[in-house]
């Protein structure tokens, strides 16, 4: 069974914004932290932001102040808001447990103008 599936990607052009959301299962989910990350073409995937199972979070230098990392226990959705967009932004996004290595399809963001 499918335990993380990200959705919310899509085209954007720089200064944009765009919301991405992540289903997860409840062993992935529930009293656990999720994290977000990306990984642009011939690049390291990176950890972008996480939040704790109480709402605690923390941000990759690059996106402070422009994403906000969420979620919705009782859903079991985590969400990342990303604003004022920047072509760098652009890479495939993945929601993941911080610690157990399972990851979905994720989901394509793309800023160009």
């Known amino acids: 069974q499918v335990q993380l599936v990200e959705s919310g990607g899509g085209l954007v052009q720089p200064g944009g914004s765009l919301t991405l959301s992540c289903a997860a299962s409840t062993s992935i989910f529930n009293g656990r932290t999720i994290a977000w990350y990306r990984q642009a073409p011939g690049k390291q995937r990176e950890l972008v932001a996480q939040?704790?199972?109480?709402?605690?979070?923390i941000y990759a230098g690059s996106v402070q102040g422009r994403f906000t990392i969420s979620r919705d226990n009782a859903k079991r959705m985590v969400y990342l808001q990303m604003n004022s967009l920047k072509p760098e932004d652009t890479a495939v996004y993945y929601c993941?447990?911080?610690?157990?290595?399972?990851w979905g399809q994720g989901t394509q963001v793309t800023v160009s103008s």
């Open positions: 939040i704790t199972s109480s709402g605690a979070t």
């Open positions: 993941k447990n911080l610690l157990i290595n399972t």
